[in-house]
């Protein structure tokens, strides 16, 4: 039987909230008191919640049974512009395999294509010959994501933007 994930309106509520969250978090008055808005850098666990978030829609939208045991995250250091230290956030997930793994491909990078990111697609094989089609996606709210789908097995991966933060105490 077929697990399937379907975003309901409290997991709705919550990802509007958290958006909002970042949105208003990176914008702040200018303490010169003139009010202009200046820009500042989301935080790591902001970068985190836009990952989390961009790995979800994508595991609804393959259709794919996720194995929530095998999921993975964690935080590593990065450098911010103009050189301060930072933090980015990584997000794994494995499932199972899908029956048509080049239409589970087509499926995933048109949803990233509407979504801005720019997509390429590659075949690739599993150890046992099988094939994986993989779709990799850079931009919009993710540095860069990845997704493979085969008959036996299926993966995403992304990688948040680098973030304001500490990795090693990411928040």
């Not at 200018?30 to 989390?52: F, H």
């Not at 259709?63 to 095998?70: F, G, H, I, K, T």
């Not at 450098?79 to 589970?104: C, E, H, I, M, Q």
Request: proline share 6%.
């Amino acid at each position: 039987m077929r697990n399937r994930r379907r975003c309901g309106p409290r997991l709705t509520g919550l990802l509007t909230a958290a958006l909002t969250a970042l949105a208003l978090a990176s914008c702040s008055i200018d303490p010169s008191g003139a009010g202009a808005p200046t820009t500042t850098v989301p935080t790591t666990p902001q970068q985190g919640v836009l990952a989390e978030a961009f790995v979800a829609e994508t595991m609804r939208a393959s259709a794919v049974d996720w194995n929530p045991s095998q999921d993975n995250s964690w935080t590593q250091d990065c450098v911010l512009a103009g050189g301060s230290r930072g933090a980015l956030f990584n997000v794994t997930r494995v499932g199972g395999g899908v029956p048509d793994p080049k239409a589970t491909q087509q499926l995933v990078g048109a949803a990233w294509a509407a979504d801005g990111l720019d997509v390429q697609y590659s075949t690739d094989s599993y150890n046992d010959g099988s094939p994986q089609y993989v779709v990799s996606g850079t931009g919009g709210r993710v540095a860069s994501v990845q997704f493979g789908a085969g008959p036996h097995r299926s993966t995403i991966s992304a990688v948040s933007r680098c973030g304001a933060g500490d990795a090693a105490e990411p928040g």
